[in-house]
């Protein structure tokens, strides 16, 4: 899921209980995500936050999928076993960190979510373009490399120039 440009702010229980929702974009627009947003998104695997200071509300619950009890103490407590990608040293890479999420630093163009960009980015690029596969509206978004909100041969053409010497 792709929230769109307009929205500034993900309000407490947005997304509370959404069992349907896989993997979600945040872009730079939005500056601030309350307590609770992603909270219980069972199947949440994939949470990419755009805005390196976009305020995350300091709780494992504000994004979490996962409720685990801890046999040492007798309680429960929520996890997120997804991963949630942002900038490096942004406000995602520090909540990630704080509790204990699995964090990866986001580069622009790498479709195939592997840290870098390579020739596989360029070739499903075009293979987008030329209709021979379908990619999903986030998968778009990250192909977008140049940023002018369309994925095109010019987003292949720039993939490939970043892999010559």
């Known amino acids: 899921m792709i929230i769109p440009d307009r929205v500034v702010k993900i309000g407490k229980y947005a997304f509370y209980d959404c069992r349907s929702l896989k993997e979600i974009t945040i872009p730079e627009s939005v500056a601030s995500i309350d307590n609770c947003a992603f909270k219980n998104c069972s199947v949440l695997e994939t949470v990419l936050i ?49 509790y204990g999420y699995n964090f990866k630093l986001f580069v622009q163009g790498d479709i195939s979510k592997n840290d ?17 596969t379908d990619i999903d509206e986030d998968t778009i978004l990250l192909a977008d490399i140049n940023r002018d909100g369309v994925t095109d041969l010019y987003d292949a053409i720039e993939i490939a120039k970043t892999l010559l010497p």
Not at 63 to 80: K, P
Not at 116 to 132: C, G, P, R, V
């Open 50 to 98: 755009k805005n390196p200071e976009c305020e995350i509300y300091d709780s494992a619950d504000t994004i979490f999928n996962n409720l685990i009890f801890d046999e040492e103490t007798g309680e429960d407590f929520n996890c997120f076993n997804g991963t949630i990608y942002g900038y490096e040293n942004s406000t995602a890479q520090a909540y990630a960190e704080k």
């Open 116 to 132: 870098l960009i390579d020739l596989y980015d360029a070739i499903e690029i075009s293979k987008y373009i030329m209709n021979i």
